[in-house]
């Protein structure tokens, strides 16, 4: 790439009186030069770039070569799961029969779409071990406050009114606390082992001291630091005890898929992304959706609109009625109120085509692998990597591993450090200083997707910069040295950040 002709901003490469467009004469028949109003004309021309067609293209397709994603390289976003989403599934959201939809059209005229829906609904309540759905939410942490609504309505419903508290573990996603927060409840932070688990003796006191206002205690299982909760069912029998609800964050399923359920472990609410654990792509703000699923007497709480069957017609239809279905209503929740609707209409329907693709495509047998692939790909890594990066929790992690930097401690080379030098061969960074466990947390998340040759290869790259940093510090903590930028400061970026290029020139 010549960087120094295309790496310019476009309103450098323009040049006075160039155009790369031709726009047919104004046809208003009364022939005045423009059919806006005066009053809405601007005074004087806006200052767009003038470029020829080509330029425009050659631009943009080198800026697009600047990004990075799954179908670049290996991207081991721990907790993100950055999965490879297959091609099916775009050409199958893609299809004309679903895209060309109408949220409005009579649910006679696209029965196929509902019934894809309402199938989507079933897969991941039968994969949750959970009751019903609901694919409104559109995403994770829309689905975490969706969830605690819910909960807050059920407590509501029995005039359980002083359950204003919610349990969350140390080692939470950010968005837990978050989400609690919105929906007006108290966060009351449980403590974590030095092995990263829940400590259920602290929990225990927390419960003692005022398990009659807790709401719900929300969980990640394998936690944040990709470790399995040995103690959970004791945990949601102590709280279920208490009359607190349990919380799954499901946003990242993947050790899990096909293995064991949430249900089953005794969660009572949980939300799904499936713009991870179901191969649909996201970062940047992309689209995505965080479905709800509830046990059993909890479905009378969900948000409408939802997709059901009616078997007397023998129809999909759209549900936007206040109380559900007669038959999914439990007894003692029978003058629940439904908490309304959460989103537009039934939220993204094209990252639901997507994973339902993907749900189909690997098939009952074969969703069964997930978990144990996803689960062998982090452990072979922590097993590779261990000599050269701290490992501060021995035993088998699931989908993810953690490490806190490198393991000889008297370079100061730091995990952002090698993070910036993984750029320079080729790689996405994994996710760093998250947990907030450990002081230099590089968290690598391979997913399933990935084969022994290309976790190899970063394994070798990892080596290779443990080396360095040994032998070479000042190269790895002046990385990158390969990419369009060096290093940008990260909080002058995001504290002010310039998205005009005339901005900055005056500024
Ligand atoms: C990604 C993630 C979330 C939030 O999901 P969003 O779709 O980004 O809102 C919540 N919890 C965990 C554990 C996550 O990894």
């Not at 067609?53 to 070569?65: A, F, G, I, K």
């Not at 144990?372 to 922590?382: R, V």
């Amino acid at each position: 790439m010549n960087r120094t002709l295309y790496g310019n901003l476009i309103f450098e490469l323009s040049k006075k009186g160039r155009k790369g467009y031709s726009l047919p004469q104004n046809y208003d028949r009364t022939h005045s030069t423009s059919e806006l109003p005066e009053a809405l004309r601007r005074g004087e021309a806006a200052r767009l770039p003038e470029c020829d067609e080509l330029t425009v293209v050659r631009h943009y397709t080198n800026l697009s070569h600047n990004n990075f994603g799954v179908n670049d390289g290996f991207y081991p976003l721990g907790s993100c799961t950055m999965k490879y989403n297959p091609v099916i599934n775009e050409e199958i959201a893609a299809m004309k029969a679903f895209a060309g939809l109408h949220p409005l059209q009579p649910a006679e005229t696209c029965q196929g779409a509902l019934e894809v829906y309402y199938n989507l609904q079933q897969s991941l309540a039968e994969l949750a071990g959970l009751s019903e759905f609901t694919l409104n939410p559109c995403a994770g942490a829309h689905g975490e406050l969706t969830g605690l609504m819910v909960i807050r309505a059920y407590h509501e419903s029995r005039s359980d009114e002083s359950r204003t508290k919610v349990l969350i573990p140390d080692s939470a996603h950010g968005t837990n606390p978050a989400s609690a927060a919105i929906c007006g409840l108290e966060v009351v932070e449980v403590k974590s082992l030095p092995d990263g688990t829940v400590d259920v003796e602290h929990l225990s006191q927390l419960l003692d001291e005022a398990g009659s206002q807790v709401a719900a205690m929300m969980m990640t299982n394998p936690n944040t630091l990709g470790i399995f909760e040995p103690r959970v069912l004791e945990i949601t029998e102590m709280v279920h005890k208490a009359g607190g609800l349990m919380y799954y964050d499901g946003a990242n399923l993947n050790a899990l898929l096909g293995e064991c359920r949430p249900g089953d472990m005794g969660f009572d609410v949980m939300h799904i992304n499936l713009h991870k654990t179901f191969a649909t792509p996201h970062g940047g703000g992309g689209p995505g959706s965080g479905p709800v699923g509830v046990r059993k007497g909890l479905e009378p709480f969900l948000p409408t609109p939802r997709v059901v069957f009616n078997e007397k017609d023998k129809l999909f239809c759209v549900n936007t009625a206040a109380t559900p279905l007669a038959t999914t209503a439990h007894d003692d929740s029978a003058d629940a109120s439904a908490l309304g609707s959460v989103g537009s209409f039934l939220g993204n329907f094209g990252v639901m085509l997507k994973a339902y693709a993907y749900i189909l495509t690997l098939g009952r047998e074969n969703v069964k692998n997930v978990g144990p692939l996803a689960t062998l790909n982090a452990n072979y890594i922590k097993e590779r990597l261990r000599d050269d990066y701290l490992l501060p929790i021995e035993g088998l992690c699931k989908h993810e591993v953690v490490f806190d930097g490198l393991a000889d401690k008297s370079t100061d080379v730091t995990t952002m450090d090698v993070a910036k030098r993984l750029l320079d061969y080729g790689y996405h960074a994994p996710t760093i200083y998250f947990p907030l466990l450990f002081h230099e947390s590089l968290m690598i998340e391979p997913t399933e997707n990935e084969s022994k040759e290309t976790i190899d290869a970063f394994i070798d790259v990892m080596h290779t910069i443990a080396n360095e940093a040994k032998s070479d510090p000042e190269l790895v903590k002046t990385a990158p040295h390969n990419t369009p930028i060096g290093r940008v400061d990260d909080v002058l970026a995001a504290k002010h950040p310039v998205t005009t290029y005339w901005k900055s020139l005056e500024g």
